[in-house]
T-cell receptor
Framework: KAGVTQTPRYLIKTRGQQVTLSCSPI?????VSWYQQTPGQGLQFLFE???????NKGNFPGRFSGRQFSNSRSEMNVSTLELGDSALYLC??????????????FGPGTRLLVL | EDKVVQSPLSLVVHEGDTVTLNCSYE??????LLWYKQEKKAPTFLFML????IEKKSGRLSSILDKKELFSILNITATQTGDSAVYLC???????????FGQGTTLQVKP
């Protein structure tokens, strides 16, 4: 089974621009979560989508948004980029393991640099 | 507010040593605790511990969960240089369902 894929892998933008990141989950997974990872803050949860609906949301400003399509692929959008948005953006898809718990598997991430 | 605290933040050992990484948590309606290993790329899944599975083992790695004292440990025996990585602990509560990550423990294994 192919793993979680993310595109692009690297991105350089300037302040004020917007960016769209894409994530394709493991085949059969219906839940996709997005995280921002920075050296200072560690891994922070952005939001989670399940069956095209946002299920959970972290404490990020409205400039961060996302969506999920019927094939479970997900996109994350950041508008009006700020220098502090430079980070590794990770996507993770979930499988329902036995007992109803969910194990998340991560993609390789998109490294965003805002100049 | 839900939180996960890992200790130590960094650790340097020599090959063959045994290490124990700690993860304590405060979360509403605990559901599961997950351990990940992160090298220079995305985190890779190691273990998931739940109320029905409080001890896991895979090769030289093992982990236990103490739901009463709200902590977990990740144990690595006979460490190798390939074990050098950041080890992340994450906890999921049923109220929000989202994973809360700790800051991670950076492990360096010297030859």
């Amino acid at each position: 089974k192919a793993g979680v894929t993310q595109t692009p892998r690297y991105l350089i933008k300037t302040r004020g621009q917007q960016v769209t990141l894409s994530c394709s989950p493991i085949s059969g997974h219906r839940s996709v979560s997005w995280y921002q990872q920075t050296p200072g803050q560690g891994l922070q949860f952005l939001f989670e989508y399940f069956s095209e609906t946002q299920r959970n949301k972290g404490n990020f400003p409205g400039r961060f948004s996302g969506r999920q399509f019927s094939n479970s692929r997900s996109e994350m959008n950041v508008s009006t980029l700020e220098l502090g948005d430079s980070a590794l953006y990770l996507c993770a898809s979930s499988a329902l393991s036995s007992g109803g718990q969910e194990t998340q598997y991560f993609g390789p991430g998109t490294r965003l640099l805002v100049l | 507010e839900d939180k996960v605290v890992q200790s130590p933040l960094s650790l340097v050992v020599h090959e063959g040593d045994t290490v124990t990484l700690n993860c304590s948590y405060e979360v509403t309606n605990f559901r599961s605790l997950l351990w990940y290993k992160q090298e220079k790329k995305a985190p890779t899944f190691l273990f998931m511990l739940t109320s029905s599975g409080i001890e896991k083992k895979s090769g030289r790695l093992s982990s236990i969960l103490d739901k009463k004292e709200l902590f977990s440990i990740l144990n690595i025996t006979a460490t190798q240089t390939g074990d050098s990585a950041v080890y992340l602990c994450a906890v999921r509560g049923s109220n929000t369902g989202k994973l809360i990550f700790g800051q991670g423990t950076t492990l360096q294994v010297k030859p």
